[in-house]
């Protein structure tokens, strides 16, 4: 049938979707591979089957050559009745359609409540809109949500909570929003895809609270009862009391059903259970790093740029030039790190490892630079990816002199919005005090993401997926002290947070770029989804 | 003995799917496929005289499908969305080569098809006769089209996962 990466592909060609240049790529993979051939000739003769036949088979198809043509060229012509069954058959699709799918009660426009204590931060963020789905003025697209009452009437909305939840709510509904890990449905539907190496996420209703670390399953609440179906995963489904306390509980296996009432919870008989809109799991997507992102990068002229390609035992190759190189260190940790695919992979190592400059370089970060990756955590600890310490640092110390960092954390000792990616700045270099700022949070693991922190006179930026996303106002100051540079790990000595995941495209500039320019390295990467079908695929068969 | 053109027009009328899907392997724009049929309909006619009516029609009719898909490819030479001439050859042969499997698809989709559920199989319906009017649907309906899509996607998928099953057992007798 063809792995993942290829069916998007036939599908965004069937779609038209497919840009000048994927159009030019698939053309050349074709000709390169007769195993793919034989994948797309199979899936167009699907498509076209799907596109050409009567879905109906007890009525046989009419011709769809137009004769009119061959009226001109002195055939015959005979009458073509398909135009107007095409339109009645419109008519009735059309229809019933729209009565399956539209909810004819009362319209009310969407809003959002804020609970308003002081010191909260967002929650959850407001991902997606269906179209026709009003809204008022306390709601957009891409807004962060605190602590509140979410109300919907018609239509859909999409928001993904910081611990990794996402929740697509059907209207009519009253969603609660409580923390970034839990929320209650007081009435409507949710589809709700807990994924794994995510937080745990409980979505209660009035009768029965729903929790899991890792689930697939929807939640309908109406005003006496309420129904959970699970398709994939685990969920611990309990009965609430009167003062919010689990009277009972269940654990639900994939495809069970249960009803939750104030006064019961009952595993339903086994029903068919029909392919509805679930929210599929997030796809596993690699970088596919174009020529032209290595173009682009290069035209940027950083003094460093490690690619992770092809990387020599113990050495990690600069791209612009023979400095700068890095290297594994200690050398016997070579197991920790993988460079297969083009970038580095970090492993969990119970000794120290790490990749570091192998020389130390001149300090630059007292003036205007940028620095540039894409990054992949694959666990939620605090983890230390990339910093730049002083040569001089006691490593006997304890804690660390940092002059620059990213970080990646679930939750730290600091305050910030749960999974999400810190760039401190702090010159001189010190163990306290400097500027943090972070992303929005609910960056799952195992996500790739684009991270760049620039630096323009006295002011700090930091990049996220191509977007300007924080700023902040720094004091000047010169350290005279060369740097060392760590990928892993924090300091080598130690082993403290390490950074278990992935990071490719190492750059480092002596000027800050401009935010078009992070925008075009950030657009010209192309992703590939190798996911594999999930399991939370319910087929209509009837057994 | 040369074909006649009512018996043209009835040939037509039975393998003109066929052709289009042929064609649609390599023009995946449907109103180009089209476009092409039309021309290879017109083309037939205009050559009659050279068929062989011993042998199968179809066959032909294919052979002269590709030549109009050269054709067209030639005029649209400057679009960059579309197959170059050595891939469509590649496809080709690779089409010829999967002929029986290809054949046997049809019958085990329209199995498939009836294990769908109907709301489904009239979505695919819908998305297949009208595509540009998926857009007004999620409208319609409060859904995005992104969902209605991801939905096809996947109903898609899994009826290609059924006809393949299918068709594998069968290899296996």
Redesign the interface.
């Known amino acids: 049938?063809g792995d993942r990466y290829d069916?998007d592909w036939f599908?965004r060609?069937?779609?038209?979707e497919?840009s000048?240049e994927q159009?030019?790529e698939l053309?050349q993979r074709?000709?390169a591979s007769?195993e793919l051939?034989?994948q797309?000739?199979?899936?167009?003769?699907?498509?076209?089957?799907?596109?050409?036949?009567n879905?109906h088979?007890s009525e046989s198809?009419e011709?769809?050559?137009?004769?009119t043509?061959?009226v001109d060229?002195g055939?015959?012509r005979?009458s073509n009745p398909f135009p107007y069954l095409?339109g009645l058959?419109?008519l009735v699709?059309?229809a019933?359609?729209?009565a399956?799918?539209?909810?004819f009660s009362p319209k009310s426009v969407p809003s959002f409540s804020p609970v308003g204590l002081v010191g909260q931060s967002g929650i959850a963020r407001l991902m997606?809109?269906?179209?026709?789905?009003a809204l008022d003025e306390t709601l957009s697209l891409d807004d962060e949500l605190t602590p509140g009452v979410l109300h919907i009437g018609?239509?859909?909305l999409?928001l993904v909570f910081h611990g990794g939840a996402t929740v697509?709510l059907?209207?009519p509904a009253e969603l609660h929003l409580l923390s970034d890990g839990e929320a209650t449905l007081v009435h409507g539907s949710a589809q709700v895809n807990v994924p794994s190496n995510g937080s745990r996420f409980a979505l209660n209703s009035p009768f029965s609270s729903h929790v899991e670390e890792q689930s697939i399953y929807s939640l309908t609440v109406n005003a006496n009862e309420s129904f959970v179906t699970l398709y994939d995963g685990a969920l611990v489904v309990s009965q609430i009391g009167e003062q919010g306390n689990s009277y009972c509980s269940m654990v639900l296996q994939p495809m069970e059903r249960i009803r939750a009432s104030t006064d019961s919870l009952e595993l339903l008989e086994p029903t068919d259970i029909?392919?509805i809109?679930r929210i599929?799991s997030p796809p596993m997507v690699e970088l596919n790093v174009t020529e032209k992102y290595v173009e682009l990068v290069k035209e940027d002229r950083p003094m460093l740029y490690w690619r992770f390609d092809g990387a020599e035992p113990d050495q990690i190759r600069n791209e612009m030039g023979d400095g700068f190189v890095g290297e594994i260190w200690p050398a016997e940790s070579r197991d920790s790190f993988s460079f297969e695919g083009g970038r580095a992979t970090l492993y969990e190592s119970e000794t120290p490892r790490t990749i570091r400059l192998r020389d130390p370089i001149p300090n630059f970060l007292n003036d205007a630079f940028s620095i540039e990756a894409w990054i992949r955590p694959g666990a939620t600890d605090v983890q230390s990816i990339l910093s730049f310490v002083p040569e001089s640092a006691d490593e006997n110390e304890p804690g660390v002199e940092h002059f620059f960092l990213f970080e990646y954390a679930e939750e730290s000792m600091i305050m910030h919005p749960r999974n999400s990616f810190r760039f401190l700045y702090r010159n001189p270099a010190a163990r306290t005090n400097g500027m943090n700022l972070f992303t929005r949070g609910g960056q799952r693991p195992n996500e790739w993401h684009h991270l760049v922190a620039t630096k323009t006179g006295d002011t700090v930026q930091l990049y996220f997926d191509g977007k300007l996303i924080a700023a902040s106002g720094v004091k000047h100051h010169t350290s005279p002290e060369n740097l060392l540079m760590y990928i892993g790990q924090l300091r080598y000595e130690t082993g403290l947070r390490q950074f278990i995941g992935d990071i490719d495209e190492v750059a480092v500039y002596t000027r800050p770029l401009p935010a078009y320019r992070v925008r075009e390295h950030y657009q010209a990467i192309q992703f590939r989804n190798d996911d594999v079908?999930s399991r939370d695929?319910v087929?209509?068969?009837?057994h | 003995m040369r074909l006649s053109?009512?018996e043209?027009?009835s040939l037509?009328?039975k393998h003109?799917?066929e052709i289009?899907?042929y064609i649609?392997?390599f023009l995946?724009?449907?109103v180009d496929a089209?476009e092409v049929?039309?021309r290879t309909?017109?083309t037939l006619?205009?050559k009659l005289n050279e068929f062989d009516t011993t042998r199968a029609f179809l066959p032909w009719a294919l052979h002269r499908a590709y030549y109009e898909v050269l054709n067209f490819r030639k005029e649209k030479a400057r679009s960059?969305?579309v197959?170059?001439e050595?891939?469509i050859h590649?496809?080709a042969s690779?089409?010829s080569e999967?002929e029986a499997?290809?054949g046997e698809?049809?019958e085990a989709?329209?199995i498939c098809?009836q294990?769908?559920?109907p709301?489904?199989?009239?979505?695919?319906?819908?998305r297949?006769?009208?595509?540009q009017?998926i857009?007004d649907?999620?409208?319609?309906?409060?859904?995005?089209?992104?969902?209605?899509?991801?939905?096809l996607?996947?109903?898609?998928?899994?009826?290609?996962?059924?006809?393949?099953e299918r068709l594998a057992s069968a290899d296996l007798g």
């Open positions: 049938m069916q599908h060609l069937s779609s038209g497919l000048e159009f030019a053309n074709l000709r007769k051939r034989k797309y000739v199979h899936h167009m003769q699907l498509d076209a089957l799907l596109a050409t036949e879905l088979p198809p011709s769809i050559v137009d004769l043509e061959l060229a055939v015959k005979r095409a058959a419109t699709v059309a019933s359609l729209i399956l799918f539209v909810d997606d809109i269906a179209p026709g789905t018609k239509g859909e999409t697509q059907s209207g029909e392919l809109d599929a079908p695929e087929f209509t068969f009837l | 053109e009512t043209l027009i037509l009328a003109d799917r289009l899907r649609m392997v995946p724009v449907r089209e049929l039309q309909a017109v006619w205009q960059k969305l197959f170059s050595d891939v590649l496809l690779e089409h999967q499997y290809l698809m049809k989709l329209q098809l294990k769908v559920q709301a489904d199989r009239q979505l695919l319906q819908y297949y006769a009208y595509p009017s857009a649907l999620a409208s319609q309906t409060g859904k995005t089209a992104k969902s209605l899509y991801r939905r996607d996947r109903l898609r998928d899994l009826l290609a996962k059924c006809v393949h």
